[in-house]
């Protein structure tokens, strides 16, 4: 089942002029999530980080966009591309970098690092689908509470099976659940023509499950879009899939993009940051600056902590 | 007298009743049907929305359990036959598991994942699997197994304060035995349960020629093979069943036995009875007049016909011939 809603009214990246301003606060959380990123990719570079990482870069937007429309009695399920997730539901860049660097201060210790945190009813975890059967579980307990479970995914973890057995049950037992599906059009290396047949509405429609497709790049066009969905997934108590049709503007992970450079123009032709630098100069050149310049410190002062600390159960 | 499957089915009822947090998923569970081997009967006519027959989708519901656990409820999870609960090895090893610890604080995960194990009924391979090994030792997951001497309803407050997913194995040959009561076997064998091991003796006998260790489900082939030494043989045994299969609980009175024999019903390779041995070789060195016995079912698949499928699982004749054998 799909819902049908006007059509949004500045979706193009080339229809600039019909690109409403942002709001201060959302060009704020967006530009730290921005800025919060690069900063990892280049903590990378200078080899202060180890492991791995994956970046939002080009699809900051969609967790800002949602932001206000989650409340605190909802819990966030997030996935290995989770920073913009959480930056979006809880402004702790702090605790977040101290956990990816195993700084004191850590959100979880250190021990999760950047796909395992789990602090005030938003848990990240790095496999595949392995979260849409938590949430499920999670939407149970909320179901008739008012509040909801909300799942991040995307394109690629379609491939799990667990996600079917989920949504059949999400659907049987219409419980309160939202999953947002960040269709970026490329499972690490794979672009999703080659690892994904057909598409995800037919599947979302294969379980009775309603679906609705964003293909607007607006904060605050999509939050206009989707409140009257989200309630209904709250009220209503069902499940919806909302599928945001974006762009990674980064790599995979860290300098592991393989795509051509069509490819990656293409991406970066759809990002928010040169046409919002672009269509509205004041008020960006100076929140770019301010959140480049605060997540600088942020940096500085967590990479100057000592290691966290970890008492082994 | 209770059978096995009735007591399991009395403490899932009084455990519902006294603890509203508690939800049941699994396969067919629902009444009429009331579960594949009637273990939950009543329990959705009295309880309702808390205990939901699901699609065929173990890793799912084994997922929604540690979803309900998460959200500050306790699931119990119903995987039909224990040979399935491999489709849910990713939500019980890689999520419930893990987000114990890896969060960096413990986090609780009331979850038990009920699995009826085990074979001697003809079931065929992919339907009489003992699997517990293949869950020990990770980080974080616990393993019980029913045994005709604990209270099911005490093991069950026990695995939930824990606050970490524990396996619950049922060996489904229990489920139509009678539970042991007021510490009487039969007209040999006594036992006494202490925590998590119940220990079946002898009256009088103080230091046994041989200490059995087995999981629940093997319990009457050991006590068929203890009956046959003792009569036959002129050999006293005791046995010790730990409710715990891991971490091992600490098994007593070993010391004092002439040997040490680990009887179990998973296939050769990679065994829980190698675990036990593991933890019990460096305790009783100086003691131990000889290697510990083990006895594990055959490197093979389980056969559906009777003739084929006991010589594959462990019967009480090889438990006594194994045991002469070490004392002769």
């Known amino acids: 089942m799909t819902v049908t809603v006007p059509a949004p009214t500045g979706t193009t990246p080339s229809g600039a002029r019909r690109t409403p301003p942002p709001e201060p606060e959302d060009l704020e959380l967006l530009l730290l999530i921005r800025h919060f ?13 180890s492991g791995t990482t994956h970046t939002c870069l080009g699809q900051e937007y969609i967790p800002v966009a949602l932001s206000r429309l989650l409340g605190d009695d909802d819990f966030v399920l997030s996935n290995h591309r989770g920073h913009g997730h959480f930056l979006a539901r809880h402004a702790e860049p702090y605790g977040l970098l101290a956990e990816i660097m195993g700084r004191e201060g850590a959100l979880c210790a250190g021990v999760g690092g950047s796909q395992h945190v789990y602090h005030r009813h938003f848990l990240s975890t790095g496999v595949q689908g392995e979260s849409l059967p938590v949430a499920t579980g999670v939407a149970l307990a909320l179901k008739g509470t008012g509040a909801l479970a909300c799942a991040y995914i995307g394109d690629g973890t379609w491939g799990e099976g667990a996600v079917y057995e989920a949504l059949n049950m999400a659907q049987l037992w219409r419980v309160p659940l939202l999953v947002v599906v960040e269709h970026n059009g490329i499972a690490q290396s794979t672009p999703t023509a080659a690892q994904m047949s057909g598409r995800v509405a037919a599947r979302a429609a294969a379980f009775d499950v309603l679906h609705h497709r964003v293909t607007s790049l607006e904060v605050g066009e999509i939050r206009t879009e989707l409140a009257p969905l989200v309630a209904m997934v709250r009220q209503d108590s069902r499940p919806l899939v909302v599928e945001f049709a974006t762009h990674r503007a980064g790599p995979h992970s860290k300098g592991d993009d393989t795509r051509s450079p069509e490819e990656i123009a293409l991406a970066a032709a759809h990002d928010w940051y040169d046409r919002y630098a672009r269509l509205f100069p004041e008020p960006f050149a100076r929140i770019d600056r301010e959140r480049r310049e605060l997540v600088e410190r942020i940096a500085a002062e967590v990479t100057a902590r000592p290691p966290s600390a970890w008492e082994r159960p | 007298m209770t059978r096995v499957s009735e007591h399991l089915n009395h403490a899932l009822h009084d455990l519902m009743e006294t603890d509203p947090d508690v939800h049941l998923l699994g396969e067919d569970v629902s009444d009429p049907y009331g579960g594949a081997f009637k273990v939950t009967r009543g329990l959705s006519t009295r309880f309702g ?70 074979g001697n009924r003809g079931y065929g391979p992919t339907h009489s699997q003992s699997p517990q090994k293949h869950f020990i030792g990770v980080p974080g997951l616990s393993l019980f197994e029913m045994t005709p001497f604990h209270d099911a309803g005490e093991l069950f407050a026990r695995m939930f304060a824990l606050g970490r997913p524990c396996l619950f194995f049922e060996d489904k040959v229990l489920y139509t035995r009678r539970m042991y009561e007021g510490g009487v076997v039969d007209d040999l064998f006594r036992y006494e349960v202490a925590g998590d091991v119940a220990r079946v003796r002898l009256d009088g006998v103080a230091e046994p020629d041989c200490a059995i260790v087995v999981h629940g489900g093997m319990v009457h082939r050991a006590l068929d093979a203890m009956r046959v030494l003792l009569l036959e043989d002129d050999i006293a045994c005791e046995l010790l069943v730990p409710a715990r299969l891991h971490p091992l609980p600490e098994l007593p009175g070993l010391e004092r036995a002439r040997h040490v024999c680990v009887v179990e019903d998973g296939s050769e390779g990679g065994t829980w009875g190698a675990e036990v041995a593991r933890v019990l070789h460096p305790r009783l060195w100086s003691s131990l007049r000889r290697p510990i016995t083990l006895l594990s079912a055959a490197d093979s698949v389980i056969p559906a016909a009777p003739h084929l499928e006991r010589e594959v699982l462990v019967q009480s004749a090889r438990i006594r011939d194994a045991i002469v054998e070490a004392l002769s």
């Open chain 2, 49 to 118: 929305d808390r205990v939901r027959s699901t699609p065929l989708s173990e890793g799912a519901i084994a997922g929604v359990g540690a979803g309900l656990a998460l959200a500050g409820r306790k699931a119990i999870v119903e995987i039909m036959f224990a040979d399935f609960v491999a489709l849910a090895f990713d939500q019980i090893v890689n999520f419930a598991a893990k987000s114990t610890a890896m969060y960096g604080r413990p986090v609780p995960i009331p979850l038990v994942v009920r699995c009826p194990s085990g």
């Open chain 1, 37 to 49: 990123e690069l900063t990892l990719l280049r903590l990378f570079e200078a080899g202060e980080l």
